[in-house]
Every structure is written in structure tokens, then in C-alpha cells.
């Protein structure tokens, strides 16, 4: 051990054992008053006929409102039945680093013309995201394949990867080293407020997937009066950002990953993998050591291919498809197959807007532990029982290890003031594990929780289920609530799991079934 706590202090990070520090109980300073310029709404370039779209100018940095601006794009689809109208919907994907600026045509079908035509659609891209001024992309080549192991195989190659990590943050500081002080969730729910002042609403409803819990949660922290009705789906833990929530995040992907190998065990029929779960986890690593020695199409490498089976972590409705690819891949060898499901599920090749979004967001918002030898002990300590994801994700974060700008306090949610809020989970939820949940609708004391027993799936609302869509739909055209019960309010039974299609029918599920939130 000695050993390999040299080799970490001459990677040029330090051996201290600090934690994230704990969040602070005290509500964010409320900022001078600050009111957007009116926005300027047209056509939207990219989205179908009577979508609007304009700029919300706010400020970059809330302390200093008079100073630098940017510009947040805001989508808008209007209410079409005024006589029930309803005022203005926001809506966001999470990640962080989520586009929303076509959530108006996708909540339509979602919600149902009727109910959809008593609002006003809003959709939006939050600072630094997609549209919005500026958009912020650090390296856009660093997610290009063929990349390293994400699983170490020494110390050695742990260390490169540190080492690639800390290029990352040195290159985001060197783009935007200004803007990347203010890239919080706190900055990114005042943006909300000033979205609320330039559609000239005194109040706003809000749903929330995903990260965009978290987003609404503290925005009902800091302006709980200018919330009408709160929707949060797929719950972020607020006990648990970020650190630990990403090794929460570990072991609720490898029970997912677990469920997809018994399934595809249950149908060794169609696709020769295994007639146990034991055995697909085989055939799945025996795939990615075949990769590590040569990429499927020079693209496909291990590391791509966890990737791509990540995506069945978020919705079983792909696993029909991710079977299929390995088991081309395994019993044919058919590269192409394999590249293929890379280029739907886990290509992020030559853009890093999420990435960049995702990190200036998470690695300020709150500490994370400054020396690399704290995530030697736990990503070990999490690879021993979740080698699926363990390592992936710690380096999809380990640039907040040396992230230019030091993570801050967040105001501790609250939701004591917010008299209705709706929230949905699900108890195999692997991006967003089930204690979200409960903590959440633990500082929303009057909310109500809806739990589906064992889906699996992350983002329940507007996907078809009865018991789901009932309440979510109830809620939102009258604010009606399911009665208040000890532990969660309403049980609903889980979506079913998926059946192999026939052969000539296995393709990627279409966009409408397949949209998932947060997903990187």
C-alpha cells in the first residue's frame, strides 16, 4: 500500500482524506433584483410549426447582476384552449447538460392534446447547454473511441486516466474560467425565476426528470411562492450529491445489468448467450476482453461497450435490441452489429456539450474529495461488488478532482412551504436509485409519492402506464392529489418487461419509446 500511495502523490494529487463537505441548512442569499429585457420570440429553426423560440438574457453572474450577461434558449409551444388556461409548464430532461428545447412537441403526445393545449409548453436549455449562449465545449474529441479501459488493469493505467481527467478541467478552465464559477444548480434556478419574469407569469408549474429534480427542488427551495404545481420524476437524492450519489449510482446499475443478464438467460433460444445469468455475464465479458484486443470497426473497444449496455440500464425496452447485438457479436462475430448498437446507445464522439455541462455543474455545485488517493479506496471499494459501472463513472467524474473552481454549499432543499408537489419513482431505478425518493418526498412533507414496484425504467410519466399517467394527468388539470398514506402514497404495477421481437423486427426502439432522462 505504501507503494501505491507514492505513485498517487507523484500523479500531482494530494493524499488528504477529505470528504464532500455536508451541505449547508441555510437558504441561498437571494440576489439583487434583476428583470430580462423581453424576449423576442420566432419560428424555431429546428422544431415543426408554431414553436416558438428566443433568448432569456440573465445574468452570468447573479452576484453582480449589472455585469457580464449570457443567454438561455427558450422554446414555447401556446395554449390553445384559453378558456381552462393554466399558465406556463417548464420542462427539463436533467443530466446535467440535457437539451429541453423540444419538450413542446414531445409533451404534447405526452400529455394529451386536450390537456397540453391548456398550457403554455415551455421548453429551455439551460445555461451552457445546446442553444444557449454560450454552449460550453471543453475538448470535443475527449469521448472519441478508441479510449482507454475504463477498468485499471494497474496502477499505471489508473493513473493515466487521472492524469487525462485533469487535462479535461485544465481545458475548461482555459475556455471558460470565468463562466465555470457560476454553473450551479443555484445559478441554474434563478435562470428559471427570470424565465418566469420574461413569459410574464406570476407563478409556474414545473416537471422534472431526473438531475431536473434536483434543478425544481431547489428552485422550490429558493422561490417557493412562485411555484404553482411541482412534478418531479425520477428522483435525484439531495442527501447525496454528487460523490455518493455516483457510487449510489454503481450498485444501482449492476442490479439493473443483473436483471438484463437473467433475461436474456430466459430466452437462450433466440439469442445462444446462456441459460443462466452466470453465464451471459460470461459471454458479456468475454465480449469485452475480444474488444480490448481488437475493436469491433476499429470504433468498439471495452470501454465503448459498457457504454452502450449502459443505455438498458435506463430502459429493459432496449434490451431486446442490446441481446441481439451481442449475440451477433458473441456467436458470429459480426462487428457490425456492435458498432451499430455503439453508434445508437453509446457514441458521444466529437461533442462534449454534455460533458462540459455535466461537470461545471456537478464539480461546483458541491466538495468533492480533493485527493485521488480517497477515490482509490471507494471506486475500488465499489468495483469489488459493481464492476459494471464502477469504473466507468468514476471517470466520467473524476475531473471535479481538479476542477478549477472549488464546489460550493448548496442551500439544503426544503420543500416545507410547497403545499402540492407530485413525485414518481421507481424502485429499480438504477440512474436515480429508489432512497431518492423517500428523502425527497421527506423535505416535501405534504407531497405525495408514487412508486412503480420493480419497472426498472427511469422517467415514468407519459409512457402509457394507467396507474401513472391517471395521477400525473389528474394533477396537472385540477392539481387533485391521491390521498396521503403512511410510506408511499400510491403503489403501481410495473411495466412489463419486454418480448424478443422476431428476427426481421430487431432494430432500435423508436425515439418516442426510447427517450430516457438524464442519460448521458
Known sequence: MKKILIALATAGVGLSTALVATPATAAAPQAPDYSPPAPEWTQCATLPAGIECAFVTVPQDYDRPWGKKIKVAVSRKKATDLAHYQGAILFNPGGPGGSGLGYPVSMQTRLGAALAAQYDLIGFDPRGVGASEPALRCDPTYSNPVRPDYV????????AWVK???????????????????????????????????????????????????????????????????????????????????????????????????????????????????????????????????????????????????????????????????SKYVNNGDNAAMATAYATYGDSSDDDNTLAVYSAVECSDVRWPRDWGTWHRDWWESYRSAPFLSWGNAWFNAQCQSWPVPGKQPPRVNGKAIKNALLFQDTKDAPTPYPGGVEMHKRFPTSRLVVM?????????????????DIWKAYLTDGSLPASLPGPDVHCPPFPDPVPPPATLRVAPTPQDDWAPGER
Open 164 to 326: 487525462k481527467a485533469q487535462g479535461y478541467s485544465r481545458a475548461c478552465d482555459q475556455k471558460y474560467g470565468d463562466l465555470l464559477r457560476n454553473m450551479t444548480t443555484v445559478d441554474a434556478a434563478k435562470d428559471l425565476d427570470q424565465i418566469r419574469k420574461a413569459l410574464g407569469q406570476q407563478q409556474i408549474s414545473y416537471v422534472g426528470y431526473s438531475y431536473g429534480t434536483y434543478l425544481g427542488a431547489t428552485y422550490a427551495t429558493l422561490f417557493p411562492s412562485k411555484v404553482r404545481r411541482l412534478v418531479l420524476d425520477s428522483i435525484v437524492n439531495p442527501e447525496r450529491v454528487w460523490y455518493d450519489a455516483n457510487i449510489d449510482q454503481n450498485h444501482a446499475f449492476e442490479a439493473r445489468q443483473q436483471d438484463f443478464y437473467a433475461w436474456v438467460a430466459k430466452y437462450e433460444p433466440t439469442y445462444h448467450l446462456g441459460t443462466t445469468p452466470a453465464e451471459v455475464e460470461k459471454a458479456f465479458n468475454g465480449a469485452r476482453a475480444k474488444l480490448k484486443a481488437t475493436p469491433a470497426e476499429g470504433r468498439v473497444g471495452p470501454s465503448e461497450l459498457d457504454d452502450t449496455y449502459l443505455a438498458g440500464g435506463y430502459l429493459k425496452s432496449r434490451w431486446p435490441f442490446l441481446a441481439n447485438a451481442l
Open 152 to 159: 485499471p488493469g494497474n496502477l499505471r493505467e489508473e493513473l
Open 453 to 469: 414496484d420493480g419497472g426498472g425504467n427511469h422517467g415514468l410519466t407519459g409512457r402509457g402506464n394507467a396507474c401513472i399517467d
